[in-house]
Nanobody, 114 residues
Framework: QVQFVESGGGLVQPGGSLRLSCAAS????????MGWYRQAPGKQREWVAI???????NYADSVKGRFTVSRDNAKRMVYLQMNSLNPEDTAVYFC????????WGQGTQVTVSS
């Protein structure tokens, strides 16, 4: 069983940046692929970025070139650097394995508004 705790969200103006963090805890070892997901009001949860244990990454088209995912396997942490934020990025952001499994954390709210 693995638990995920997300942090780093907040209110930011369009064009601004935020860095999200995800801490994984539990008895499992290194998770091969970790993902960031988001859920906007009234919409289904969608994946945003993926990173493997070896550092390979993939991004949804909507965030490509603006978001950067990274991880620290020793600390069991995953990060999401978000730049050039726009109102369409407003959502609750979650981390989980990819594909997602088990329970979800509470997420961290990101609001992009002037």
């Amino acid at each position: 069983q693995v638990q995920f705790v997300e942090s780093g969200g907040g209110l930011v103006q369009p064009g601004g940046s935020l860095r999200l963090s995800c801490a994984a805890s539990g008895s499992r070892g290194i998770i091969y692929a970790m993902g960031w997901y988001r859920q906007a009001p009234g919409k289904q949860r969608e994946w945003v970025a993926i990173i493997t244990s070896t550092g390979a990454t993939n991004y949804a088209d909507s965030v490509k070139g603006r978001f950067t995912v990274s991880r620290d396997n020793a600390k069991r942490m995953v990060y999401l650097q978000m730049n050039s934020l726009n109102p369409e990025d407003t959502a609750v952001y979650f981390c989980n394995e990819y594909p997602a499994s088990g329970s979800w954390g509470q997420g961290t709210q990101v609001t992009v508004s002037s």
